[in-house]
């Protein structure tokens, strides 16, 4: 987890000044997996659904990441983030299906002492990022009339 926030911290350090006196909170959402299952049960479904739709109606999304971690050296951990990766892909696609949005999948191997915490890799991280950051028009304080 270490790695994503380091990259989360130089993502937002390359943002202009004008973003970064934003306020973006909840641009990400972390969703949990049981221990050994592939699908999502029907509380984090809704849980999903109800961030991302709050985010696309509010922010106009721009591109979507979805951040997942496997077993390095362990096939069946890769397979299983994977299949994780793409049902929430697939659900997201869904859920902006009037105006769809890149969707940008990544995994991230770990090494056996962070497959030890609890949960660790059964969390995926879902984040939003306005499309108002590629115009650098998110806090624009010009109005048009």
């Known amino acids: 987890m270490k790695r994503f926030y ?3 911290v130089v993502a937002l350090m390359a943002l202009p000044m004008c973003v970064l006196a934003c306020s ?3 641009l990400e959402h972390e969703v949990r997996f049981r221990r050994d299952s592939l699908a999502l049960e029907g509380a984090e479904v809704r849980r999903l659904a109800d961030w991302y739709i709050d985010k696309r109606d509010g922010l106009k999304i ?3 990441d979805v951040f ?3 077993e390095g050296g362990r096939p069946t951990s890769v397979r299983k983030a994977r299949a ?3 049902s929430l892909a697939r659900l997201i696609d869904a859920l902006g299906a009037r105006a769809p949005v890149p969707v940008h999948t990544t995994i991230e191997t770990v090494d056996e002492s962070r497959r030890r915490e ?3 890799l ?3 991280v879902v984040g ?3 499309a108002c950051v590629k115009t650098q028009s998110c806090c624009s304080s010009t109005v048009v009339k």
């Open 6 to 8: 380091r990259a989360v």
């Open 24 to 26: 973006f909170a909840g």
């Open 62 to 64: 721009g591109e979507v």
């Open 68 to 70: 997942a971690k496997a």
């Open 84 to 86: 994780r990766v793409a």
């Open 118 to 120: 609890p949960g660790y």
């Open 122 to 124: 059964d969390t995926v």
């Open 128 to 130: 939003v990022q306005p």
